[in-house]
Each structure stands twice: as structure tokens, then as C-alpha cells.
Nanobody
């Protein structure tokens, strides 16, 4: 497992932007698939975006496609989620996740073996 620490959440008006960061410990980061998930009150955790270890392949949930961008800096052991054109429906706790050694990307939560503590994103209307 790796330790993951998210940051960058906050309160923003609809139409605004935020960038989430997730810093990872350990030397396995560049060989790990990374993902972002979110969980709104009373709802199940849902997939948002994922990125391959090399950073060359990404995949997004339909609900965020065209608005959110996942990226990574393997030299800094950090993955990012740039969120633009935010909507009130994007309000949730956002979690970073890692799957060590996966040569690809992962969409299902059960495929990940390390999780961060989450960061709150609130979008006001």
C-alpha cells in the first residue's frame, strides 16, 4: 500500500474551478494506476477519473467528461484533478486511490488497494 493525502478542496460557486492534488508516498507511484472517486451525502462512492502509470491513458465518467482533467507528475509523486465548469451536483467528498503495479487503469473501486482520507468539494448555486 501507499499513503495518499488529498488537498485542494473547498467552496466554489457554480461555473468555477478547483484543482485537487493527491500526494503519494513510496517508490511505486510511477507503476501505479491512479483514480479519483467521489461520494455525495446519502449516495454510493462513484468513479470520476483514472490515469495510467505512464500518464498516457486516461478515462472519465460521462458526468465529468469535458469538464475535468486528470494528470500526474511522477517526479513529484502527485496526481491532480482539474475541475472546471463546476456544478452543484459535483458537491461531494473526493477521494484519491492507487492500484500498485497495475499496467493500465481501473474504473471500479474494488480494483484499488490504497485510499486517501478525502477532501470536501462544495459547489454553491
Amino acid at each position: 500500500q501507499v499513503e495518499l493525502v488529498e488537498s485542494g478542496g473547498g467552496l466554489v460557486q457554480a461555473g468555477g474551478s478547483l484543482r485537487l492534488s493527491c500526494a503519494a508516498s513510496g517508490r511505486t507511484f510511477s507503476s501505479s494506476a491512479m483514480g479519483w472517486f467521489r461520494q455525495a451525502p446519502g449516495k454510493e462512492r462513484e468513479f470520476v477519473a483514472t490515469i495510467r502509470g505512464t500518464g498516457t491513458v486516461t478515462y472519465y465518467a460521462d458526468s465529468v467528461k469535458g469538464r475535468f482533467t486528470i494528470s500526474r507528475d511522477n517526479a513529484r509523486n502527485t496526481v491532480y484533478l482539474q475541475m472546471n465548469s463546476l456544478k452543484p451536483d459535483d458537491t461531494a467528498v473526493y477521494y484519491c486511490a492507487a492500484r500498485i503495479g497495475l499496467n493500465g487503469y481501473a474504473i471500479a473501486a474494488y480494483e484499488y488497494d490504497s485510499w486517501g482520507q478525502g477532501t470536501q468539494v462544495t459547489v454553491s448555486s
